[in-house]
């Protein structure tokens, strides 16, 4: 079990507490200029953020553990599933509140488009790997 922490899930845990706390300091930021002093979606709304910051992380780690080799076919085996799961949450959520119309779109244009972004973070740190590997030889 310590190799395993060693080896991905400490960074999987930190990595998952600053980004929960960067959108709930975000979140909180946004609703105090408009003069909203209190979340008006409550703790299921927080509840709710943890779990796609999980499922962003979870997506984080199968795109840096998988043992493929090819990044466009680890990219879309991480791709596909943890959008199920994004897509689930939203619709396990229409059980206990009315979903907006766009529930679906907005889950699929936000995670597909902060999953782009992991990818391309990525890719070019990847690519500055291999340059600093290449020239210490």
């Not at 991905?8 to 930190?14: G, S």
């Not at 596909?80 to 119309?101: D, H, N, Q």
């Given at each position: 079990?310590?190799?395993i922490?060693?080896?991905?899930?400490?960074?999987?845990v930190l990595?998952?507490?600053?980004?929960?706390?960067?959108?709930?300091i975000?979140?909180?930021?946004?609703?105090?200029?408009?003069n909203?002093?209190?979340?008006p979606?409550?703790?299921?709304h927080?509840l709710?953020r943890?779990?796609?910051?999980l499922?962003?992380?979870?997506a984080y780690e199968?795109a840096v553990?998988?043992?493929?080799?090819?990044?466009?076919?680890?990219?879309?085996?991480?791709?596909i599933?943890?959008?199920g799961?994004a897509?689930?949450l939203?619709?396990?959520s229409g059980?206990?509140e009315?979903?907006?119309?766009?529930?679906y779109?907005?889950?699929?244009?936000n995670?597909?488009?902060?999953?782009l972004i992991i990818?391309?973070?990525?890719?070019?740190?990847?690519?500055?790997?291999?340059k600093?590997?290449g020239?210490n030889t």
């Amino acid at each position: 079990m310590k190799n395993i922490w060693n080896k991905w899930l400490k960074d999987a845990v930190l990595i998952y507490c600053f980004i929960f706390t960067i959108a709930t300091i975000a979140s909180s930021i946004i609703y105090l200029t408009q003069n909203i002093y209190e979340d008006p979606n409550g703790n299921w709304h927080e509840l709710d953020r943890a779990i796609v910051v999980l499922i962003g992380v979870l997506a984080y780690e199968m795109a840096v553990q998988l043992p493929i080799k090819k990044m466009w076919i680890r990219a879309v085996i991480t791709y596909i599933p943890t959008l199920g799961l994004a897509l689930m949450l939203v619709w396990l959520s229409g059980f206990r509140e009315t979903l907006a119309k766009s529930a679906y779109r907005d889950i699929l244009i936000n995670y597909t488009g902060m999953f782009l972004i992991i990818c391309f973070i990525i890719f070019v740190t990847s690519i500055i790997k291999k340059k600093v590997a290449g020239g210490n030889t």
